[in-house]
């Protein structure tokens, strides 16, 4: 590929609600650019975007892929993106990259969820955007009826410059209203203008002309006034309206036959802005210099064969082949190799990326995501990417002994491959817990460790960390003795337990007086006690808020040891622990729910089934937000709960608040779930 100035890159995220046909899209914008010599099929799995083989497997985008193709003198920079929630990192790394939008809207359907969400997408990241109403082919597809809802949804802002001709059967090109040319086939050729739509393109593109010209005051003057409004003002103004995101030309075609494509390359180049036109982000508090070399890691790839791909957008300066940079968020100096271009799955070498470009190089060793590359004399840094936190989780057990071996790298692998996946070891449970968006997203996350890194895992519902506690003070004594041959075994304690505020750290005191044990023995009663506070007497959880006294015992000057005392206070707890009307707690989440006000309805009626207590709720246009406090037990699957009621439109997050006793019911429950667990350790 030749080398483009910042001005002649366009940077262009494809977005859309699935199945619209964004993926067919960008394969057919990549061939009608003559960057690909065929035409893939999503169903075929042959498309340039969806090479993963858990994309072909699935027929969805899972990662975004860099579609580079040239087109009239301009470089175009296609993201295709996953509109699968579960991926909404991928997403969001793309909105960061970009200047403007291609929404696709499928002329059979029309608007649907995913639309909105991509719409209002743009509006926060101030995107520019085109809209591509699609699949004119198909039956009952009807150009008018989508228009009519484009402009219901999103204003009269959304012009159509173009219409298609005919739909279904008899679909067989697109008009350029403005230009008042037809055109047809692939390539795309001009062809006469059928005079059975004159009319009916003469009256859009009046509507289009007034639109256009009540965004300017000069060219609404002349409007009004019944003056001529020359070509030339309509396509300035228009480009400049686009450019700053106030108004959004509608375009037409079908991806699958291709037609339209060209004319979409043509509106992109002509009318979205290049680079230079969007402010360049820096973090807060960094210096800003437009000279200096400056690059945002967006995305990082791992791969068992090359390594590690570092994906990155330019915003200022220049980065070239066989040089250095320095990591500004890492503080570290970075090798870079060979730079590439990165074209679906194949990476095409380059002498250098320049401002406004996207590249990638192989095998950073500290670099990561949302990391800047700079220079060292200047250091600049730019706003990182804010991905959303993580609202579903699994527990992650090795299938094989080898597994567990490999099993710690492979997930670290994953995790720096998408920055909405963590892991942690739950402490009190003991298991690798592995936390993303979605079920789809952590089924995809175990594939790929199987396939890049020969790691076999199971996906399991994660323990919850309940708790135990006591609600009244209780004593209790235990007298440790054994008589063998020899040294015999004596330790002797009476214990007081006492229950403390929820929230409290176990504490431990000695009010032993009189030398009643040793003071030497004391320690070996404290580690008895706190060794004894890990297992509950009810279903074994962690014992927590309950201070613990020592006041009395015995010992023998031969047969005492500390291992005696240790046992005897573990036995004196856990007597204690029964007489003090043991309870076991649960964690409680405070849960904050964004919903189209339409399916409060349904999620008030869940709610109540997952035992929550709603706190509020705040309706805002026409989003409900909802605060409601939920066990942590009942909220494992919500997120798949959630996408289904409200058809992938509410999101959600959750922190945690407190512990709470669990209800008598469910605590029953749990107390035989450990019984049974027990006696199935005892039988095998």
């Not at 860099?66 to 909404?88: Q, S």
């Not at 070239?320 to 870079?336: D, F, G, H, I, K």
């Not at 959630?642 to 749990?670: C, R, W």
């Amino acid at each position: 590929m030749k080398e483009y100035s910042t001005k002649q890159i366009r940077n262009v995220v494809l977005l859309s609600h699935g199945g619209a046909g964004k993926t067919s899209l960008s394969e057919a914008a990549l061939f009608a650019s003559g960057a690909v010599n065929r035409l893939g099929k999503v169903e075929a799995g042959t498309t340039v975007s969806d090479f993963e083989p858990e994309e072909v497997k699935r027929k969805i985008s899972i990662s975004l892929s860099l579609l580079p193709c040239e087109w009239k003198g301009f470089k175009i920079n296609l993201v295709d993106v996953p509109g699968y929630t579960d991926f909404a990192g991928e997403l969001r790394s793309a909105l960061r990259v970009v200047e403007s939008a291609v929404v696709v809207v499928s002329g059979r359907s029309g608007l649907k969820v995913g639309t909105n969400q991509a719409w209002k997408y743009c509006e926060k990241a101030g995107l520019s955007r085109l809209i591509f109403v699609n699949k004119m082919d198909r039956e009952n597809a009807d150009f008018e009826r989508v228009v009519g809802q484009i402009q219901s949804k999103y204003g009269m802002a959304c012009v159509p410059i173009q219409m298609p001709i005919g739909a279904f059967e008899t679909f067989k090109g697109v008009i350029d209203i403005l230009k008042m040319k037809a055109y047809a086939g692939t390539p795309m050729k001009e062809i006469p203008f059928p005079e059975e739509l004159r009319d009916k393109a003469t009256k859009l593109r009046d509507a289009a002309i007034e639109n256009i010209a009540e965004s300017d005051d000069n060219l609404m003057e002349k409007y009004l006034g019944g003056e001529e409004i020359s070509d030339d003002e309509i396509f300035a103004c228009l480009k400049k309206n686009v450019a700053e995101g106030k108004l959004f030309p509608i375009l037409a075609g079908c991806a699958t036959t291709g037609e339209g494509s060209e004319l979409l390359l043509d509106a992109i180049t002509e009318y979205l802005p290049d680079p230079t036109m969007r402010d360049i982000q820096y973090a807060e508090g960094s210096a800003k210099d437009a000279d200096t070399f400056a690059a945002l890691v967006f995305k990082t790839a791992a791969d068992p064969y090359v390594g590690k791909l570092t994906y990155f957008r330019v915003y200022s300066g220049e980065i070239l082949s066989n040089t250095q940079v320095y990591n500004v968020t890492q503080s570290a100096v970075e090798r870079v190799g060979q730079l590439y271009s990165i074209h679906g799955k194949v990476q095409q070498p380059e002498a250098k990326i320049v401002a406004g470009d996207i590249g990638a190089v192989a095998k950073l060793s500290v670099t990561t995501t949302n990391d800047t590359l700079g220079t060292q004399e200047k250091p600049v840094k730019l706003a990182a990417i804010e991905y959303p936190a993580p609202v579903y989780s699994v527990a992650v057990y090795p299938k094989t002994k080898a597994d567990l071996d490999k099993m710690g790298g492979a997930i670290a692998r994953i995790v720096e491959e998408d920055p909405t996946l963590t892991q942690v070891r739950d402490a009190e449970t003991g298991e690798v817990v592995l936390s993303g968006m979605g079920d789809t997203q952590l089924d995809v996350a175990a594939e790929k460790m199987q396939r890049k890194f020969g790691v076999s895992v199971d996906l399991q519902v994660p323990k919850v960390a309940y708790r135990e506690t006591i609600t009244i003070p209780s004593k209790a004594e235990y007298k440790h003795k054994k008589q063998t041959g020899g040294h015999g075994q004596y330790g002797h304690v009476l214990l007081e337990l006492n229950p403390l505020p929820r929230g409290s750290e176990n504490t431990f005191e000695n009010k032993v007086v009189g030398g009643a044990i040793p003071k030497n023995y004391i320690p070996a009663v404290e580690k008895g006690v706190f060794d004894g506070l890990k297992e509950g007497v009810l279903a074994g959880f962690p014992i927590v808020d309950v201070n613990v006294a020592v006041y009395d015992g015995s010992y023998h000057p031969v047969d005492s040891s500390e291992i005696c005392f240790k046992i005897a206070a573990a036995q004196a707890l856990k007597k204690g622990l029964q007489d003090a009307r043991p309870i076991i707690l649960e964690p409680v989440m405070l849960v904050k729910i964004e919903i189209p006000n339409d399916f409060t309805g349904e999620i008030l009626s869940d709610l109540n089934t997952k035992r929550a207590r709603v706190h509020g709720m705040n309706p805002v246009d026409d989003i409900n937000y909802i605060e409601a406090e939920v066990p942590m037990g009942e909220m494992l699957k919500y997120a798949i709960d959630l996408k289904s009621i409200t058809q992938g439109q509410g999101t959600f997050s959750m922190t945690f608040d407190h512990y709470e006793e669990v209800p008598a019911f469910n605590a029953q429950q749990l107390i035989e779930a450990h019984k049974a667990e027990a006696s199935s350790e005892t039988q095998n």
